[in-house]
């Protein structure tokens, strides 16, 4: 895994997270897999980009609401993640 540090966990987890998430996702798309590999994209990279977004909310409500959002593109994210290890000729790592 690749590792930044912020100071902030949460920051530099989901950054990391996405860093790996390009990653197998240039694996698939060797393997020509790319409706998956958009969609794994899509949402892995996008629950660093809202816990970014969080850290400079316009309220609470709106900060709460951010980290709803990356936790929804984590469990889709999970989704993706789920269907290339149990689908036949697909690379999981």
Partial sequence: MSEIN???RLLDLSFSFSLDVINFCELLEEHRK???ARQLLK???S???NVREAQQPESKV???H???IA????EKTEYWL???KYSENYPYN
């Fill in 34 to 36: 790319f409706i998956i």
């Fill in 47 to 49: 629950i660093g980009a």
């Fill in 66 to 68: 951010k980290l709803k």
């Fill in 82 to 84: 789920l269907l290339c």
């Fill in 6 to 8: 912020t100071g902030n």
């Fill in 43 to 45: 949402s892995g990279t």
């Fill in 62 to 64: 709106d900060f709460i």
């Fill in 71 to 74: 936790s929804k593109e984590a």
